[in-house]
């Protein structure tokens, strides 16, 4: 069958495109109608919403899009439209989350949502560039963020001490919580001696299994980090006072 040059142009045109990979197609030469990918982040923390912008510090997200014209995944930031898709191409949506180390991790992360509208799709979400598209992703996290608290128990080893006597005070200390006492905010108690029912002088002695004791008239003080569970021993000693009616700090 006889065919035009302007014509044979035209079919070997359509065939190259049916065949050419969207890689290698040519940016500079218009491929039909072209559309926008905008994909924009929000963190859900212990049932809380936060907008990527507005998230706790210590967590982010990298979100990325692969395209266009076969480009492969890059960095997109969150709310940002990237142009120039052609109306067909693939198109892959994914994030990834930072989160702090300790006590928290990702229940799940999935597209929430497509120009407004509800879905819940695991990512990567692979699909085809269309209209200008609008995506958003979800990060649910849950944070175990327990409470440290100190129980403190006290003992003397004699009850009614004679003047002059040397007495032994021992106090354990534990972390009766499910949170930790760190360094940072550790855990601190106090043995005012004037609390004594007997008039006593402190021999300056305190030692503690854990952490650091001190005095400071008139009381013995220790501080330091202790773990859920854990305890620490602090011992001290006091003269009984000979002669004495009252405590002789009060």
Known sequence: M???RSSAV???AAALAAVTPWAARGSTVAQGPRSSVTVAHTWLIDGIGYPDGARPEGFAAVLSLTGPGGLPASRQPSGVPRAGYAVGEPLTVDAHATIPEEGCSVTSQRLTGVNGRRTSRPLPYRTAATASRAYRI???VVCTTGKPELTVVRDADAATPEPGQTVTHTVFATNTGDGDFTAEHPAVFSDDLTGLPYA???NGDA???SGEVSYGRPAVTW???LEAGASTTIQYTV???DGRAQNPWS
């Open 2 to 4: 006889w065919m035009s």
């Open 239 to 241: 003269t009984v006072s």
């Open 207 to 209: 030692t503690a299994t």
């Open 200 to 202: 006593a002088s402190y």
């Open 138 to 140: 979800t990060t649910s």
């Open 223 to 225: 501080t330091g980090p």
């Open 10 to 12: 035209v079919v070997l």
